[in-house]
C-alpha cells in the first residue's frame, strides 16, 4: 500500500524488494539488483532455469497516470538492455539465453499486486 509522505525514490525501492521476494516465490533466483552503468540500470538481474532475466519493476500507487507497463517508453528499455549487456560482460552472461521481463506491482491496494510480462521487450528496445 503506498504510505502517505513516502518519496517517489522510496516506493520504487519497496516495489523492487517486493517484486524480488514475488520473483523468488515464482521460482526466479536473484542474482543481483540495480545494476547501474553510466548508460543505463536494471533493477533485478535472475536467473529462470537456464534462462538469465532482466527485469524491469515499474510501480504505480494509482492508475490516474495509466498502469506501471505502460510507463516502459523505447528510450527506458534500451537503457535497461545497456546495463543488462555490461552485466552480462562482466559476469560471462554472454552465452546464456536472455529475457528482459516487466513485473508490474499495483501498490494502490493493501497488498501488492503482481503482474508479470515475459519477454516485455527485447535487445533492440522493441515491445516483444
Request: proline fraction near 2%.
Amino acid at each position: 500500500m503506498a504510505r502517505a509522505g513516502e518519496s517517489t525514490h522510496h516506493k520504487g525501492r519497496r516495489a523492487e524488494e517486493a517484486a524480488a521476494a514475488w520473483l523468488e516465490e515464482q521460482g526466479y533466483a536473484v542474482l543481483a539488483r540495480n545494476h547501474a552503468t553510466r548508460r543505463g540500470e536494471v533493477d533485478l538481474v535472475c536467473r529462470e532455469g537456464e534462462t538469465l532475466c532482466f527485469v524491469e519493476v515499474r510501480s504505480r500507487a494509482s492508475a490516474d497516470h495509466g498502469t506501471p507497463a505502460e510507463s516502459i517508453t523505447v528510450a527506458k528499455a534500451r537503457r535497461v538492455v545497456a546495463a543488462a549487456t555490461d552485466w552480462a560482460v562482466r559476469h560471462g552472461g554472454l552465452d546464456r539465453a536472455m529475457r528482459f521481463d516487466v513485473v508490474a506491482v499495483d501498490l494502490s491496494a493493501g497488498r501488492p499486486r503482481f503482474t508479470l510480462y515475459r519477454g516485455a521487450f527485447d535487445a533492440s528496445g522493441a515491445p516483444g
